[in-house]
């Protein structure tokens, strides 16, 4: 029984016991439910003690990357002969949640690495590029970066700066990214530049390269157990073969966007999840005027409200995976998903500090964490104005951005 006392900053007061009010359960296969517990038994073992200890200290823990690799949390969809482990859609949403449950830090480094570095080098690289770099990428050998927003270009990344020069056997990059997740911890990076006709090309970019630097972004308040940083590319000389062959203009990298979205949909559901159980937890233990708080009507709508947003945003997780399985998913679908569900976690979080009272604002508890990094995840991979906006856009058929 946790004692309300502060109590050490290195656990989780409450047994993790995520709601399941639909049964959504049994729309998941024995593969889907394996893969959940493992996932879950190392966030308990590996991530929950040190988590709380390392966003005080702005600290991300290396050690994660070999150990999700292990996992098999990297490339979840990317084919096995690759290094990847050949499951579906909905396996890597179930393991995303499980992650963001520990902390969105966690989720972003293997969404990252997942949907932004591997998806690209499968779908657009030369068959070169994949024997390369994804095996590595799949063990946790190599950890990689994704380079598209700039200092000046966030939502608009159509006016990027960063730029190639043809100089025959290869190309010269110069440029500069901004806010990359994993950036100095990454061997390699794929980053988006124009070339001469000012067409976005995309490419992988090794850290050892001269003039590629990439110094670490510090003082932040929001994903502080994970890695922020800048990508500062002067006169790089990237090789031909480093670039990706086919795909040419803005649709490469908002493909990229469109997998790492459709997981942070179901990313967004296990920090809530987190939140809800701890709120529950602590509500039917805390007492004041003599009764646990939880026999109060007004806390008792707070945690109704709750559980009924997290069972929408899973339904609608669910749907999504379902189509995307099946080819179907659109774009537009996804920025719904992942506008939703994302200020749905970021509503659960703030609900659910409420609920704790004074004790919320604590390290004790994972809520005040959650919001924190919640705060990241409403903006980054398209802000919520942003989403919103492709969503106004697909049913009005008026383009509102320029
Ligand atoms: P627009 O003219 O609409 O489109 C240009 C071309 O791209 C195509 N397209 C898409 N293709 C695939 N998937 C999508 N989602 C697509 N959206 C558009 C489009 O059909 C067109 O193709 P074509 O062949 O006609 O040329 O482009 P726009 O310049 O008007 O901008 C559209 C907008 C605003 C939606 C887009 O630029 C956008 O999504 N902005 C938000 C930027 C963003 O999300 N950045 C994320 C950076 S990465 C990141 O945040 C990682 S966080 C990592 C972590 O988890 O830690
Ligand atoms: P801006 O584009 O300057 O937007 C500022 C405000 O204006 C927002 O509220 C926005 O909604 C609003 N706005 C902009 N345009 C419009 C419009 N047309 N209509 C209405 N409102 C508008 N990027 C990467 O490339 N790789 C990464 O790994 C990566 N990791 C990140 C990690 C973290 C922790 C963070 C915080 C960001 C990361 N990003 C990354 C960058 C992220 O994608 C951008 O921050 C995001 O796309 C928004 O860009 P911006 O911050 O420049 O905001």
Redesign the pocket.
């Known amino acids: 029984m946790f004692i309300f006392a502060p109590t050490k900053n290195n656990n989780m007061p409450y047994p993790y016991n995520p709601p399941d009010y639909f049964q959504i359960d049994e729309l998941l296969s024995e593969e889907h439910k394996i893969v959940r517990s493992a996932i879950r038994d190392w966030v308990n073992r590996s991530v929950v003690p040190v988590i709380d200890q390392a966003a005080h200290e702005h600290k991300f823990h290396e050690r994660f990357i070999k150990e999700l690799g292990e996992l098999g949390a990297f490339g979840p969809f990317i084919p096995t002969e690759y290094g990847g482990a050949g499951m579906d859609h909905i396996a890597y949403g179930v393991i995303m949640t499980e992650l963001e449950r520990g902390d969105s830090a966690i989720r ?1 480094t293997a969404s ?1 690495h997942t949907s ?1 570095v591997m998806y690209p080098i499968f779908t657009f690289g030369s068959e070169e590029q994949k024997r390369k770099y994804l095996p590595g990428l799949a063990s946790g050998d190599l950890i990689g ?6 200092p000046n ?5 159509g006016g990027m700066e960063a730029k190639i020069k043809d100089m025959g056997g290869h190309y010269l990059l110069n440029g500069a ?7 100095s911890i990454a061997d390699i990076a794929v980053v ?1 530049a124009k070339d001469e006709n000012g067409i976005v090309r995309g490419m992988v970019v090794e850290k050892e390269w001269t003039g590629f630097s990439a110094p670490e972004t510090h003082n ?1 308040w ?2 502080r157990a ?1 890695v ?1 940083g800048e990508l500062v590319f002067d006169d790089v000389k990237v090789p031909k073969e480093n670039v990706f062959p086919e795909i040419k203009g803005l649709k490469g ?1 908002l493909m990229c966007l469109n997998s790492a979205r459709y997981g942070i949909a179901w990313g967004a559901i296990g920090a809530a999840m987190d939140c809800y159980n701890t709120a529950l937890q602590y509500s039917l233990e805390r007492k004041q005027f003599n009764k646990p708080i939880a026999a109060f009507q007004l806390q008792q709508k707070k945690l109704a409200e709750i559980v009924t947003e997290i069972t929408k945003a899973q339904l609608l997780a669910w749907r999504l995976g379902k189509l995307k399985n099946e080819g179907k998913a659109t774009p537009a679908q996804i920025s719904m998903a992942k506008c939703n569900n994302v200020e749905m976690a970021l509503n659960v979080a703030r609900e659910s500090r409420q609920i704790l009272g004074a004790m919320g604002i604590t390290g004790d508890f994972p809520i005040m964490r959650h919001m924190m990094n919640l705060e ?1 995840v409403i ?8 989403h919103l ?1 492709i969503t106004g856009s697909d049913i009005t058929g008026i383009h ?3």
């Open positions: 972003s990252v932004l970066c994704f380079g598209l927003t700039e270009q966030g939502s608009d990344p990214k901004m806010w990359i997740t994993n950036s988006w932040k929001s994903l994970s922020t990298p990241s903006t980054y991979e398209g802000t919520h104005d942003i906006l509102a951005f320029e």
